[in-house]
DNA sequence: CCTCTAAAGTATCCATTGGATGCATTCAGA
DNA sequence: TCTGAATGCATCCAATGGATACTTTAGAGG
């Protein structure tokens, strides 16, 4: 349990936290559709077949990512006092890591149960929406619903946006935008 | 310009449409991350590098695919005659696709610009959100808006169900609960 | 303090892939 | 009929994900 220095020779120790860090670094640059095992595994300074004693696959590297975004986008999330803020904190995240963000929506069907790691990182967003959109006037179903339905409506236009369906001028101008439709749901 | 029939021998004459319907077979079966040129020049009876007669690389099969989808989704949306049916129909060819539909959705950033193809087929389905969606007695701008939002509300929504974030109680749950959240734009 | 096992690392192999080069065949227009 | 642009083919290449088998090390139990 107790944090040992890197060996610098044999035992890194460190392999998995780094791979990640790495990974997430070569999409956010080249986006994930590129990503290579081998190419990550010079970034951490290990021999390529090393990942796999972390990773079942490719694709649990991946989804390693995508969790660690999901955890990431959470926090800003959970700093937001407001719902226009919620949307602002969303929306420059994606914005921010428009690749990132790409990785994170393209999961393929399935993952998410086979991935309860990545599931609890997908719902801790979620939560920080029902804290802000939910009422407690309405029935959860009803309540369910709003939520549900700022959710999509913020995950389609960004989603949208980075491919680059939507063409709005500027961030600020997307933001502005996607503050006005999510708050006539309210 | 006249179609010839496809010689069995060394012509083949019909190799790009063959192509694109082959890969669509192959993305539908297996998603278009798992998509190789080889067997799809395969499926065509053709050697593989052939195909880069009728297309730049693989990123562009894959948007001749994605725009064929475009194409095919826009035929049922012309036949709907309410915002219930633009509704159903969308879903129902989301739902009966879904892998196609993800190709569909996660063209890189920048696609768009650089096929004007593409982004006319794309525009296909938001020419019938218009038509049933838009209202005479609202600015330009407000029913740019309106439409939007619908767009986004039905690829936000479909995009996480095909994810399988969303999970709803079946498909007819889920077109009805967009129906509803569309109704009330209006 | 020693030993011994399991975790973590390495080296090497393989089939498959996207793509490049160079040559052959065919069609269409002059 | 001749010729050049399309279209096709065979072959080569480096890179990739993954498999197998061997080596090193940490650290727990005696």
Redesign the pocket.
Known sequence: MSA?PA?D?????N?RAEAVAAARALVASHGHEA?????VAQAVG?????L???FE???ALLDAVAEAGFVDLAEPLKAADSREAYVRAYARFALANPRLYALMSSRPHGTMKHRPALQRAVHLGITEARRLFGRPDRTSAENRRAIMKVIILMHGALAMHVAGVLDVEGDEGLIAELQAMVADQA
Request: aromatic residues 8%; without cysteine; charged residues 35%.
């Open positions: 040992r060996r020779t044999y035992r890194h120790g392999v990503l290579s095992l081998r190419q290990v021999a390529h077949r090393s796999y004693n972390h696959d490719r694709e």
